[in-house]
C-alpha cells in the first residue's frame, strides 16, 4: 500500500504561480513498485480530470492536458518518492481540488490510461482569484 500526501495549494491571484508537491510513503517493496504519478484535479459536479503525469522510472515520460500545456510543469525526484507541480499563468478556471495518484502501471508499455492510478491523496485546494 502507498500513502499520498499532498502539499502546497493556498489562494492566488489570476497570473501567478503556485507549487504543489505529494509524497509517497510506505513499504519499500510498494515504493518500488511505482512506476507512474500524476496530478487530477477535480471541482463540484465534475469528474476528475488528469492535470499532468510522469513516469518515475528510466525515461521521465510525461503527459500533460491541453489547458494547462506551456503552463503547469511536472517534476518528479525519486530519491524522495515525490513528484512537484509547478504551476505558472494561473487562470481562475485552474480552481479545484489538486489530488496526486500514483500506480505500478508503466505507461511506457500501456500508454496513458484514462483511469490508469490506483493510489490516490486527499487533495490540495488550489483557489485562484481573478
Known amino acids: 500500500q502507498v500513502q499520498l500526501v499532498e502539499s502546497g495549494g493556498g489562494l492566488v491571484q489570476a497570473g501567478g504561480s503556485l507549487s504543489l508537491s505529494c509524497a509517497a510513503s510506505g513499504s519499500i517493496a510498494s515504493l518500488n513498485s511505482i512506476n507512474a504519478m500524476g496530478w487530477y484535479r477535480q471541482v463540484p459536479g465534475k469528474q476528475r480530470d488528469l492535470v499532468a503525469a510522469i513516469r518515475t522510472v528510466g525515461e521521465g515520460l510525461t503527459k500533460y492536458s491541453d489547458a494547462v500545456k506551456g503552463r503547469i510543469y511536472i517534476s518528479r525526484n525519486n530519491a524522495k518518492n515525490s513528484v512537484a507541480l509547478q504551476m505558472n499563468s494561473l487562470k481562475a478556471e485552474d480552481t479545484a481540488v489538486y489530488y496526486c495518484?500514483?500506480?505500478?502501471?508503466?505507461?511506457?508499455?500501456?500508454?496513458?490510461?484514462?483511469?490508469?492510478?490506483?493510489?490516490w491523496g486527499q487533495g490540495t485546494q488550489v483557489t485562484v482569484s481573478s
Open positions: 495518484a500514483a500506480d505500478p502501471i508503466d505507461p511506457q508499455t500501456t500508454g496513458w490510461g484514462k483511469e490508469m492510478f490506483g493510489f
